[in-house]
């Protein structure tokens, strides 16, 4: 079975950091972009971050710029969301997803075109809170 396991989640106090990391079961990272999404309570979801599939050449929602760093390990097929600076608003369900195709190889999927992504993780929780 092909799919996405998203790990790294938990509580945080604000100002926090957490490590979220996105490996693939059933087939290799390699040849895909990745993308993190996230979705609050009571909201729709939301695209934070995406990275090419080999040059690293990434875009990011304005509202995590400069707080989240997005990865990919090749070699390791995996990704990673690196997340500083938490806030109570980046509490959410965090997903990782992952899209095929040549492409992406040099520059990253739009994070606003969630139907260019081929598999899904089942979604990690991330809470930030006092």
């Known amino acids: 079975q092909l799919q996405l396991v998203e790990s790294g989640g938990g509580l945080v106090q604000p100002g926090g950091s957490l490590r979220l990391s996105c490996a693939a079961s059933?087939?290799?990272?390699?040849?895909?972009?990745i993308a993190w999404f996230r979705q609050a309570p009571g909201k729709e979801r939301e695209g934070i971050s995406s990275?090419?599939?080999?040059?690293?050449?990434?875009t990011y929602a304005h509202s995590v710029k400069g707080r989240f760093t997005i990865s990919k390990n090749n070699q390791r097929s995996t990704a990673h969301l690196q997340m500083n600076g938490l806030k109570p608003e980046d509490t959410a369900v965090y997903y990782c997803?992952?899209?095929?195709?040549?492409?992406?190889?040099?520059?990253?999927?739009?994070?606003?075109?969630?139907?260019?992504?081929?598999?899904w993780g089942q979604g990690t929780q991330v809470t930030v809170s006092s």
């Open positions: 997803a992952a899209a095929y195709g040549s492409d992406w190889y040099s520059r990253p999927p739009s994070i606003t075109e969630e139907y260019r992504y081929d598999y």
């Open positions: 059933g087939f290799t990272l390699t040849h895909y972009a």
């Open positions: 990275i090419s599939a080999f040059s690293g050449s990434t």
